[in-house]
């Protein structure tokens, strides 16, 4: 049974934390532009290979549903996203990728999920979260995209579209995708509400996210020789020479 920041939670989190600035000192410091699409294409390889094998593995196992097997949930859906923005850099999209982002970060952190390791599913849940938000750091060293006030609105307006979207499919499907009919199960942000009013407030709390990572991004220090984020600062660590955000 899972127990979130138990111990095994705990050194999960430590082994991605630690792969994952492993990959990025390597990418800012020593990989070659030839090693930096290499490691691109195994991320985008990766997060959509992770998606196939999920799949198939879940059939095998019996366990294949479409009322909750779907890559319907924010973090399904961003698996796509964030490989079509690693491939094509666009800038219309990766707002809403690094956005979206958000899930990923919370569902290593209180996870909805009942297996505990050596499980596949707890391996292939935290694998695919944490290489999405890989994805996404990986683009905010080597390229010069950044969410702008206005393309952080239009991911909210997008965020609310897709909601209704998905609402409309839970409603056919009989499904709780992106859990908008009850909360999942395990230890997680949603259990802290009560149940009548979570999603008002999960939807609240995810807005004002959005707005904190855009600051993450932009919030200027004082007296830096630089105008940049605070995030993108402690990037700059990993990187031969700052990335300006103006």
């Not at 390889?45 to 799949?55: T, W």
Request: charged letters at 10%; proline letters at 5%; glycine letters at 6%.
């Amino acid at each position: 049974m899972f127990d979130t920041f138990g111990s095994q939670h705990l050194l999960t989190l430590a082994i991605i934390a630690a792969l994952q600035i492993g990959v990025l000192v390597y990418t800012g410091k020593f990989a070659s532009e030839k090693g930096k699409n290499i490691i691109r294409w195994i991320v985008v390889l990766g997060l959509l290979g992770h998606e196939a094998i999920r799949h198939i593995y879940f059939a095998f196992d019996g366990r294949w549903d479409y009322h909750t097997i779907l890559p319907l949930h924010l973090c399904g859906l961003n698996v796509f996203l964030a490989a079509y923005v690693l491939l094509t850099k666009s800038r219309r999209a990766y707002p809403v990728a690094y956005f979206w982002t958000i899930g990923a970060i919370h569902s290593i952190l209180t996870p909805s999920i009942t297996d505990s390791f050596p499980s596949y599913y707890y391996i292939e849940y935290f694998f695919g979260h944490s290489l999405t938000i890989l994805g996404i750091l990986f683009l905010i060293i080597t390229s010069d995209l950044r969410p702008t006030f206005r393309s952080l609105n239009i991911a909210i307006i997008v965020s609310f579209a897709v909601i209704g979207l998905i609402g409309a499919v839970n409603l056919i499907l009989d499904a709780n995708y992106m859990y908008l009919r009850y909360p999942p199960e395990g230890d997680n942000l949603a259990q802290l509400f009560p149940d009548g009013n979570y999603l008002v407030i999960l939807i609240l709390v995810g807005i004002i996210h959005f707005y904190l990572f855009y600051l993450l991004l932009h919030f200027d220090l004082p007296e830096s020789p630089i105008r940049c984020g605070f995030l993108s600062l402690l990037l700059d660590l990993v990187v031969h020479s700052p990335l300006p955000l103006r």
